[in-house]
Structure formats: C-alpha cells, structure tokens
C-alpha cells in the first residue's frame, strides 16, 4: 500500500484539477470545430471507416491531386492518408465499430460538398458547406463522428500521465510534474489535435510511454532487461501507429548503453530483447497485409526524395515560421483559423529561453559529475527534441508538411526541457512563480483561441 505525504497530496490534486481541464478544453473544441474542419480529418475518417469494416489496412484509394488542394474535391474527400500504418487507428475503428452496431444513423457516410468561395476569399474559414452556424446544427446526422472524436481526445491523458511520471522523476518534490504536465494540457494545439479523428493521438501516447521508460531505465539500470522488452513493444508498436514516431526511435535504443555506460558487455542482451518484439511486431505486420506492404512502397518511391526549390529561403523561411510558432501552438481549421501571433512568439521565446537555461546547466552537471541519472535523463530527452525536429524538417524537404504537431510525440521533453534548468537555480517561491506564471498564460492562451479566435471564426457570420 502506498501512503501519500501530506507535502504531495496538494501536488496530486492540481494534477487531477488539470488533467479535468484538459478534458474540458478537448471536449470544447471536439464540438466547436465544426465537422470535417480539422487538417485531412476526412481521409483519417474514412481510413477509420474501412478498418472498421475490414479489419485490415486501408487500399490505395487511387485518386491523385490533379489541381490545388483547397479546389480538388475528389481528392480531400478521398482516403488520401491509405499509406499510413493502420495500429494508430486501431482505437479510433474501435469505437466507430462499436457506434455503428448502436447507432449506425448517427455516422455520416458522405463527406460534405466543399465551399468552392474557400480558395478565393480569405473570409471563408470553411473547406466544406456545412448547414448553418448554429453549433448543435452541424452535428445533426454527425453524432458519432463527435462521440470518436471525444474518445480520443480522452487518449491526450496518456501523454500527461507520461509527463508527470517523468517529472517526478526528476524532481521528487512533484513540483516539476505539475507544471510541466500543466503545459502539455493547455497547449492550444495539442487541445485541438487531439479532439480529432487521426492516428496523431495514439501515436504521442506511445511515444510519451517509450520516453518515459527511456527516462526510467536511467534511473532504474537494475531492470534493463525487463525495461528493453517493454521499450521493444513500444517503438514497435509506435512505428505502426505513424511514421513520424521513426524520429524518436533512436532514443529507445540509446537508453540502453547510457543506462551503463561502464558496462559495453552488459549491452547485447538488452539490446536482444528490445529488437526481436520491435521485429516481429513489424515482420507480422507487413507480413501479414499486402496492403501494408504497396503502402510502404509507395511511401518510399514517392515521399522521400527532395526537391530542389525546398532548399530556398522563401521555403525554408515559411516552414520555419509554420513548423515552430503558427501550427505548433495554435492554427486551427484547416491552418487558416489562427489567433493573434503574439501569443505563439511570446511561448516559443520562453521555452527558448528556458532549454538554454537547461543546457547550461547540464554542462555545469557534466564538468562536476553530479546526479548522473538525472543527467542522462536530460540528454536523452534533449536529444529526441534534436532528432524529432531535425526529421521533420528534413521531411519537408520532399513534402511540404511543417506541420508544429509531427513535434508531438516529444511533448514530454518538449515540457521537462524548458523547465528543468530553472528548477535548478530557482528556490520555492521561485518555482512556484514560475509554475503560475507560464501554465496560466498557457492556460489563458488556450481559452483565447476558443473563445475570441475559433468561436467568432465559425460562428458569427460565415456562411
């Protein structure tokens, strides 16, 4: 039995305040975003639809692009993602499967006509003609597309419970964990992702868990084995949920030697047992569906080469500014419903701020050897953020998807990174200054975007 202190419990309860306001703000925009009007939520949709029916992995749709994308009805309509993995929507056809056995009237079949005004006229936030502006409205015959959206906004809670885990990892005082699980929740963005139809979901809590462990094994070297396992289970099951988990793959295998630096002999069993379930989890996959394996050919025959023209500044610049403000922290809709750019500026300066103050500190730990656990717990989380995003952008070079939420699956270092250097030259009140001061604003940040951005956005005047 575990008993809690007196000094924790008040520490548990602002986890439990904030983990019920994430449900709240999720549920807030699952039904204030109108149907279909979250990015390629109709492709997601319909590879949910199809799994739900064939418990196999979508078919190639065999409809290609042929004019820009806000024109290409056909197109955005279609099952356009059929060459992602399908574990990450295992969930998701879960529920719809479950839906369509109760209430099989409430989920919609069509896709709605596409507001052809969208392209022409900066006003028109919708991709798609839906009935009226009134919120309760435009989900009549959509009831179930809101009931799965919902259910997955409640998996966000995985990536919380990851981050508060690793917080307390690192900070017994369970200060960090609060404010650092605070920042994940209120991030507007995640809020958002979350309360829609996608693998997005799954995939950050699978990778929120294989950072965790990672994280543990540094503290817990006695369980290597035990822990390689479980890590072998996850980033194999990560990879078949969305292929921007390959990112932080590499950290589940650096966690092994790192955890006994001084022990290179102790490294080869581990290593074993994280790769043979990472293996048969992929061998039974792509083994076992043909439809698998065309998607993965297809991905590596026409995703992965670069274009010349990524590699100018008017590219460049404007991934940049899309991948690490605009589509990071808030751009809703289809990324065109966006509050002001001020608030995102101000985020990305602090936590700028707060990993330079993180990274200074570990070299100091480094030059005087202190708490090596925690140290290397640092390095691993700071380098998923480095490889995370170096992939990404590295993605963009052949496809053009600066997408801020193929981030996501490093939220957890994303949140622990910026804090844990103040954490250390902070005293209490200090902390708890700081601890205030950014999950409020984080928080107040998000309930700007719901309440002056995305409902004046759908509801007040558009068509």
């Not at 575990?2 to 699952?30: D, E, K």
């Not at 064939?54 to 409809?63: D, K, L």
């Not at 806000?70 to 197109?75: E, L, M, N, Q, T």
């Given at each position: 039995?575990?008993?809690?202190?007196?000094?924790?419990?008040?520490?548990?309860?602002?986890?439990?305040?904030?983990?019920?306001?994430?449900?709240?703000?999720?549920?807030?925009?699952?039904?204030?975003?109108?149907?279909?009007?979250?990015?390629?939520?109709?492709?997601?949709?319909?590879?949910?639809?199809?799994?739900?029916?064939?418990?196999?992995?979508?078919?190639?749709?065999?409809?290609?692009?042929?004019?820009?994308?806000?024109?290409?009805?056909?197109?955005?309509?279609?099952?356009y993602e059929w060459t992602y993995p399908a574990l990450g929507y295992v969930p998701a056809?879960?529920?719809?499967?479950?839906?369509?056995?109760?209430?099989?009237?409430?989920?919609?079949?069509?896709?709605?006509?596409?507001?052809?005004?969208?392209?022409?006229?900066?006003?028109?936030?919708?991709?798609?003609?839906?009935?009226?502006?009134?919120?309760?409205?435009?989900?009549?015959?959509?009831?179930?597309?809101?009931?799965?959206?919902?259910?997955?906004?409640?998996?966000?809670?995985?990536?919380?419970?990851?981050?508060?885990?690793?917080?307390?990892?690192?900070?017994?005082?369970?200060?960090?964990?609060?404010?650092?699980?605070?920042?994940?929740?209120?991030?507007?963005?995640?809020?958002?992702?979350?309360?829609?139809?996608?693998?997005?979901?799954?995939?950050?809590?699978?990778?929120?868990?294989?950072?965790?462990?990672?994280?543990?094994?540094?503290?817990?070297?006695?369980?290597?084995?035990?822990?390689?396992?479980?890590?072998?289970?996850?980033?194999?099951?990560?990879?078949?949920?969305?292929?921007?988990?390959?990112?932080?793959?590499?950290?589940?295998?650096?966690?092994?030697?790192?955890?006994?630096?001084?022990?290179?002999?102790?490294?080869?069993?581990?290593?074993?047992?994280?790769?043979?379930?990472?293996?048969?989890?992929?061998?039974?996959?792509?083994?076992?569906?043909?439809?698998?394996?065309?998607?993965?050919?297809?991905?590596?025959?026409?995703?992965?080469?670069?274009?010349?023209?990524?590699?100018?500044?008017?590219?460049?610049?404007?991934?940049?500014?899309?991948?690490?403000?605009?589509?990071?922290?808030?751009?809703?809709?289809?990324?065109?419903?966006?509050?002001?750019?001020?608030?995102?500026?101000?985020?990305?300066?602090?936590?700028?701020?707060?990993?330079?103050?993180?990274?200074?500190?570990?070299?100091?730990?480094?030059?005087?050897?202190?708490?090596?656990?925690?140290?290397?717990?640092?390095?691993?989380?700071?380098?998923?953020?480095?490889?995370?995003?170096?992939?990404?952008?590295?993605?963009?070079?052949?496809?053009?998807?600066?997408?801020?939420?193929?981030?996501?699956?490093?939220?957890?270092?994303?949140?622990?990174?910026?804090?844990?250097?103040?954490?250390?030259?902070?005293?209490?009140?200090?902390?708890?200054?700081?601890?205030?001061?950014?999950?409020?604003?984080?928080?107040?940040?998000?309930?700007?975007?719901?309440?002056?951005?995305?409902?004046?956005?759908?509801?007040?005047?558009?068509?």
């Open positions: 039995m575990i008993v809690m202190s007196t000094a924790s419990t008040p520490h548990r309860l602002l986890l439990i305040l904030i983990y019920c306001i994430y449900c709240l703000l999720a549920t807030m925009y699952a039904v204030l975003v109108p149907p279909w009007e979250a990015p390629d939520e109709p492709a997601h949709y319909r590879y949910v639809s199809e799994l739900a029916s064939r418990w196999r992995p979508a078919v190639n749709s065999g409809i290609r692009q042929k004019a820009s994308f806000a024109k290409d009805y056909d197109f955005i309509s279609s099952n056809a879960l529920a719809y499967a479950t839906i369509h056995a109760l209430a099989p009237q409430s989920l919609p079949t069509n896709i709605p006509p596409q507001n052809t005004r969208y392209s022409q006229d900066s006003k028109q936030l919708n991709l798609f003609l839906h009935p009226n502006n009134r919120v309760w409205d435009v989900w009549y015959g959509n009831e179930g597309l809101l009931a799965i959206r919902i259910f997955l906004a409640l998996w966000g809670l995985g990536v919380l419970y990851a981050t508060t885990r690793v917080g307390n990892l690192l900070d017994s005082s369970g200060l960090l964990a609060v404010v650092a699980s605070g920042l994940v929740a209120f991030l507007p963005q995640f809020t958002f992702i979350n309360a829609s139809v996608r693998s997005d979901t799954i995939t950050n809590v699978v990778a929120g868990f294989t950072l965790l462990l990672a994280v543990q094994l540094q503290f817990r070297p006695n369980q290597i084995n035990r822990s390689a396992l479980v890590l072998g289970i996850l980033i194999g099951a990560g990879t078949l949920c969305k292929y921007t988990f390959l990112f932080i793959l590499p950290i589940a295998i650096i966690a092994i030697p790192l955890s006994q630096p001084r022990f290179p002999t102790s490294w080869t069993k581990p290593l074993f047992c994280m790769l043979i379930p990472f293996a048969i989890l992929i061998g039974a996959y792509y083994l076992s569906f043909e439809e698998a394996r065309i998607a993965l050919a297809y991905t590596l025959n026409n995703s992965l080469t670069p274009k010349s023209a990524a590699f100018f500044w008017e590219h460049l610049g404007l991934a940049l500014e899309l991948f690490f403000i605009t589509l990071f922290y808030a751009g809703f809709g289809w990324a065109n419903v966006i509050p002001p750019a001020a608030w995102a500026r101000l985020a990305l300066g602090a936590w700028l701020i707060g990993t330079i103050i993180t990274l200074v500190q570990a070299f100091k730990w480094i030059k005087i050897q202190n708490s090596p656990a925690a140290l290397r717990a640092i390095v691993l989380l700071t380098l998923s953020l480095l490889f995370a995003i170096t992939g990404v952008f590295g993605l963009n070079l052949s496809q053009f998807q600066p997408q801020g939420r193929f981030l996501f699956p490093t939220l957890v270092a994303w949140a622990i990174v910026c804090l844990w250097g103040a954490w250390q030259i902070l005293s209490l009140r200090g902390k708890i200054i700081l601890g205030i001061s950014s999950v409020g604003f984080m928080l107040a940040f998000n309930l700007y975007a719901i309440f002056f951005t995305l409902i004046p956005a759908y509801y007040h005047g558009i068509p």
